[in-house]
Structures are given as C-alpha cells and as structure tokens.
C-alpha cells in the first residue's frame, strides 16, 4: 500500500466501502474476503462497520460488545477483534426499539423514530474517529455497509453506508445477490437512487451468489458498464457451507439445517440430533456451529414441540427477550416438551438466556419490566436482572476439560444446588445451564459434553477424535479468501484501495430526490 494520505493526527491507510443492493447481499462475505484475501498478501487489513443492527455479538479480550460478523472478519483479516471495528451495535428488543452499544458498552434504549431523528447523527463524530484511527495504524481498512446505501429515507441520518463514504472519501463498490434475482436493476438503480456527490463515490459492482456458465452474464456486465460507466469487480459464484457468523438471529430459518453443512458421516454408530429452540429475539445462535461441525451432528432449529421428540439433544440458546421466549415456550407446548424430557433423564442445554428460562423463578426489572416471573424451574438458579450488563471472557474447566467463553447477559444466577457445577452454571440430571456463549467452541470440552449426551440418550455415538473447530472456522475463511482471489479482478481491487474511485465516472439519473437533495449532509458538515 503505497498511497499517501492524510488524516487529523497523520497518513491514513487505504480503504473501501463494501455496500449491498440490499440486506444479505454477501456485504459480510465479500468483506471477509477481501480481509483474507489482502492479509494473505502481508497487508495490515482491519474490517470497520460504523453501525451494525444484530442479535449475535462477541465480547473482545478488552470486555467490548461488538457485531460477531466483525469478530468474524477480524479473525479473516488475522488482527485482534476491536471496539473500533463496530462503534455503534444496535440490538432489538422488539419491533420498535433497541438497545444501543456505544463503543462496547451499553448507553440506553432508543425507539428507531428516536435514534433516526438525531441520535445517530450525535454519534457520528465517534464513528468517524474510530475510522481514522484504524487507517492511521493499518494499511487498509475494509468497511462494510448496512442494508442499502440507497434508503432515501434516512440517507440525511446515515452513518454506515454513504454518509461516512463521504466523510472519508472511501470508494465503495456495492454487491448485488444474483440468486435473488433482478441484480442490473439493483445495481443500477441503486446508483441512480443517489445524489451526484454520493455517485462520485460509488465505482463499481460485485455480482454475488452466481450459478452457472459466467460468459451468459458477460453480456449484461457489458451492457451495465455503458448504462452506468462503472465496471463489475468480480462474479462470485455460488458456495454452499460458508458457515459465517450470521448478523441478525431474528431471519434464520425455522427448521433448517445450520449453515446449509453437510453432515459428515458418524464417527461411531449412531448420529446425534440436536434440536434448537428458535425463540424470539435469539442471540447468539452461533453457539451450536461447533456442534454442526460434528460428524455425526445434525443440528436443525424447531418452534414445535413435536419436534422435540426424536432430539437427542434440545438447546434453549441466548435471546434478548428472557421473560418473552418463557412465554413463547409455553404457548407453544415447549416448555411442557421440555419438562418431560427432563423427567425422562433426556438432554437439554440452556445457554444465557436460555440457561435462566430453565431455573425456578426470574426478576425482571430490566429488560422486559415484568417484576417476578417463575421459570420452568428444571434447575435450582433464581435469576435477577441487574442494570448493568455483564461483559466477561471466562475461562475455567468442566467435564474435566479446559474452556473458554464469552458472557453477554444482565441476568445474575443464584445457584443453589444441582448435582454438579457447570461451568457458571449447574447439572441437573440431564438438564444443564451456562452463561457462557462460545464454551462449544473448546473441543475437548465439546467432546466430553457430548460423550455424556450420547449416554443419557441411548446413543452409540462417538465424538470424532481429531476435529478442530478453530481449524475449520480458518478453512472457511480461507474458502472467503479464495473467493476474491480466484473470481475477482485483485488487480483493480487493490488499485481501488489505494487510490479511490477512477476520475470521471458518470452521474446516473434522476438522482437523489429534491427534497433529500437539497439537504443532503456531507461527512464534514455533522
């Protein structure tokens, strides 16, 4: 990286703004493998996303709350996780409100009205001092958008897709899902969406997800090139089993297998089946993917209680709504589902939120406001809810094993019995609860877990000996790496980085419309 650039305090390192015609575009992707991709090169690479919107986060080795998407690029750009790779984290506790994380650390709930009508744009100093400072110590710094950089209702209020573009004169290229369907219309209008100041900024276009011979597309990426002037950087095509960190648990997919893996064949006889409850507001459900990367494992996530009956194993995962997914569990038969299993001596696992559904009781005065609620009371735990969130990244041992975690949670557990402790939590039969998120993760720990499971449930299963879940997380960011490399012109990729958008690229109309036009901010005017 050769580009010189200056900042407030010194030389700014290159960067690029990864948008998206829309949400779940491949922006997550696409940046992840850019960050593989250059850090393979020996580029100093950070991943950046001003303000994320997610229910499944990670806590950095400092106890900052950030997006897990950006952990996960973190990890793909070799660097350690940081706040200022995610200095604004929204997390909905309903259909009209969030809690706001501020720099890792709780600041309060907004209602979207309220965040949209000033709030976001206070925060935007943040952001960009966050930006400035990862480009002052790395050589490059790939952005990620949010949802489209053409809402033209809260383009005035952005600070995650054009709005810090514009503040840091990043050039962006925006990624349109091809399996979808309708993406020259996306691209193009997109573009077409924003006000001429916006359109400097925007190079060119990724195609994601794409089947099939690419020279049929060649045609239409020539035809794109003379209706907008901006090149396609790169035909991505289709790759099943990705197994990325997810941004948002509130779109997965009731009764589908994790991450689209094939389940490998069982090490021992038989196969395990995992059930996971898919309560509202579920957080964190990446904390089965070390049980998907299993042989042997099938993991599916169910909303019915007859689909408990053939699990092997039921995991109740975190959620942001602890008193809600209670309610839901029982209106749906769940909770009586998971009361026989537990007479029955039949597995279950309670992480975070679903570890204190499980306890005797629940004192909300925080999240949900509802006083005292009983729980299932399949543990002996009482939970009370306190203001503060607790942010940790413990590390002990269970099952005679070592393991790490991560904890995410303003519940305090009062255990009071059990048969034996649980890592923070306890055993109960064959009724277990944590609120470690992540201890899956710890491979031996993994497999003695699930020796046990095995046992109470019948099975002649057998944990395979050799299985790395560290491995395979960097096999599937290398896969992202490969992506970019083998189907993405790198050449102009890097040039983009370094030098920004070419001179000269044409202005698409009609444009922003008037009113938005009119009163369009620039990054330097908030």
């Known amino acids: ?41 020996g ?15 990670f806590v950095t080795r400092e106890g900052a709350e950030i997006g897990r998407a950006q952990a ?12 200022l790779m995610n200095p604004v984290l929204l997390k909905p506790g309903g259909d009209r409100s969030s809690q706001v994380v501020l720099m890792g650390k709780p600041v309060g709930e907004l209602s979207a009205r309220g965040y949209h009508a000033g ?47 514009r503040a840091a004169r990043l050039p962006v290229v925006v990624v349109g899902d091809i399996d979808r369907g309708g993406v020259f219309a996306s691209f193009f209008g997109t573009t077409a969406l924003l006000s001429p100041e916006d359109q400097e900024l925007i190079a060119g276009y990724v195609v994601n997800k794409f089947r099939g011979d690419v020279t049929l597309l060649e045609p239409g990426l020539d035809m794109l090139y003379e209706l907008t002037g901006r090149r ?19 779109r997965v997919s009731l009764r589908g297998a994790v991450r689209e893996s094939v389940v490998a064949p069982p090490h021992g006889a038989d196969v ?65 589902a998971l009361a026989r299993r537990a007479a029955e001596g039949r597995p279950v696992l309670g992480i975070c939120g679903g570890f204190q559904v499980l306890g005797e009781r629940i004192e909300d005065e925080v999240e949900s406001r509802a006083g005292v609620v009983e729980g299932l009371g399949l543990l002996p735990v009482r939970i009370r809810f306190a203001a503060e969130k607790t942010l940790a990244r413990p590390v002990g041992t269970a099952l005679g094993e070592p393991v790490e975690g991560y904890e995410i949670h303003h519940g305090v557990a009062d255990v009071r019995g059990g048969d034996e402790p649980f890592l923070d939590g306890c055993r109960v039969g064959a009724v277990w609860g944590t ?29 395979a000996p050799d299985t790395s879940f560290a491995a395979l997380r960097e096999e ?44 369009d901010n620039t990054g330097g005017t908030r």
Not at 232 to 250: K, N, Q, R, S, W
Not at 482 to 511: C, K, N, Q, S, Y
Request: glycine content about 10%; proline content about 6%.
């Open 1 to 41: 990286m050769t580009a010189d650039r200056s900042g407030p305090a010194g030389p700014l390192g290159g960067g690029l703004l990864v948008a998206g015609t829309t949400s779940d575009a491949g922006k997550s992707v696409v940046t992840a493998g850019i960050c593989r991709w250059l850090s393979r090169k």
């Open 43 to 57: 580029v100093k690479v950070a991943p950046f996303k001003a303000q994320n919107m997610s229910l499944n986060s």
């Open 72 to 83: 996960m690029q973190a990890a793909a750009a070799r660097v350690e996780p940081s706040a």
């Open 119 to 165: 709030r976001q744009e206070q925060l935007f100093g943040t952001v960009t001092e966050c930006l400035e400072e990862l480009r002052r110590t790395h050589d490059a710094v790939i952005c990620e958008g949010a949802g489209s950089p053409a809402e033209i209702n809260l383009r005035r209020s952005d600070i995650v897709n054009m709005g810090i573009a």
């Open 232 to 250: 396609t950087y790169g035909v991505l095509p289709f790759a099943h089993g990705l197994g990325i960190d997810e941004e948002d648990g509130l």
């Open 272 to 336: 395990l089946r995992v059930a996971v409850c898919a309560v509202p507001l579920m957080s964190n459900f990446t904390d089965v993917d070390a049980l998907a990367a299993e042989p042997g494992v099938v993991v599916r996530f169910v909303d019915r209680a007859e689909e408990l009956a053939d699990a092997d194993l039921v995991v109740v995962p975190g959620t942001r709504g602890t008193v809600r997914a209670l309610a839901w569990l029982r209106e749906r038969g769940l909770a009586d």
């Open 435 to 463: 609120h470690w998120h992540g201890s899956l993760e710890s491979d031996g720990f993994r497999r003695a877990f699930l020796r046990r499971v095995a046992e109470a449930a019948g099975r002649a299963f057998v944990p």
């Open 476 to 519: 599937q960011l290398d896969r992202l790496g490969d992506l970019i490399e083998e189907h993405a012109d790198t050449d102009a990729l890097l040039r983009l980085i370094e030098d920004g958008v070419p001179p000269g690229v044409p202005f698409i109309p009609p444009g922003a419309p008037a009113p938005l036009a009119r009163n």
